[in-house]
T-cell receptor, first 116, second 115 residues
Framework: DTGVSQDPRHKITKRGQNVTFRCDPISEHNRLYWYRQTLGQGPEFLTYFQNEAQLEKSRLLSDRFSAERPKGSFSTLEIQRTEQGDSAMYLC??????????????FGSGTRLTVV | GENVEQHPSTLSVQEGDSAVIKCTYSDSASNYFPWYKQELGKRPQLIIDIRSNVGEKKDQRIAVTLNKTAKHFSLHITETQPEDSAVYFCAASTQDTGTASKLTFGTGTRLQVTL
């Protein structure tokens, strides 16, 4: 599978617990993005990386959220002390090198988080 | 920051008819406008995109038009088929050095194609 992979597909957690999601981008893509999508809404930008550098973070990304991409390959998104309002689909996307190609994003299938 | 508005929120057409979805954006610096199709429970998939140096782009039954002056862009689907039924999202971005950075999405249009 040469697409964007996300793990797990579904996560149910109790309020107050910590959760971590993983994203494996398309191998030749050096940009990686995290979005959050709630029911009936479009995806909302959370953060993005160019290689291992986190270049931008949305105001939506509270201090309970942290994202990493330590080796410029896969990325993790951690939510600490989860709240019911964190329930959403968390989408990862990647895009190719800006120098060599012009193309759109490729999204993963997402991780659906339910906080009970 | 950028704000993208999309309408209608729902659209029902008969098979074979055309469907048009419209979006407006606020940031005049935006120069990349993709459209995504999302089927229930699946990932958004890019179906067509347009850059600000182009006014119209067509790919088989799908076309997108862009009016930079008015800051609006539209998706046109002709000869609709039942498999076109999905939620469609427009988005806007300021593209830098050849690839898109963060996308700001519209709220989506649920298209239903009836037989």
């Amino acid at each position: 599978d040469t697409g964007v992979s996300q793990d797990p597909r579904h996560k149910i957690t109790k309020r107050g617990q910590n959760v971590t999601f993983r994203c494996d981008p398309i191998s030749e893509h050096n940009r990686l993005y995290w979005y959050r999508q709630t029911l009936g809404q479009g995806p909302e930008f959370l953060t993005y990386f160019q290689n291992e550098a986190q270049l931008e973070k949305s105001r939506l990304l509270s201090d309970r959220f942290s994202a990493e991409r330590p080796k410029g390959s896969f990325s993790t998104l951690e939510i600490q002390r989860t709240e019911q309002g964190d329930s959403a689909m968390y989408l990862c996307a990647s895009s190719p090198d800006p120098v060599t190609r012009i193309n759109g994003y490729t999204f993963g299938s997402g991780t659906r988080l339910t906080v009970v | 920051g950028e704000n993208v508005e999309q309408h209608p929120s729902t659209l029902s057409v008969q098979e074979g008819d055309s469907a048009v979805i419209k979006c407006t954006y606020s940031d005049s610096a935006s120069n990349y406008f993709p459209w995504y199709k999302q089927e229930l429970g699946k990932r958004p998939q890019l179906i067509i995109d347009i850059r600000s140096n182009v006014g119209e782009k067509k790919d088989q039954r799908i076309a997108v038009t862009l009016n930079k002056t008015a800051k609006h862009f539209s998706l046109h689907i002709t000869e609709t088929q039942p498999e076109d039924s999905a939620v469609y999202f427009c988005a806007a971005s300021t593209q830098d050095t050849g690839t898109a950075s963060k996308l700001t999405f519209g709220t989506g249009t649920r298209l239903q194609v009836t037989l």
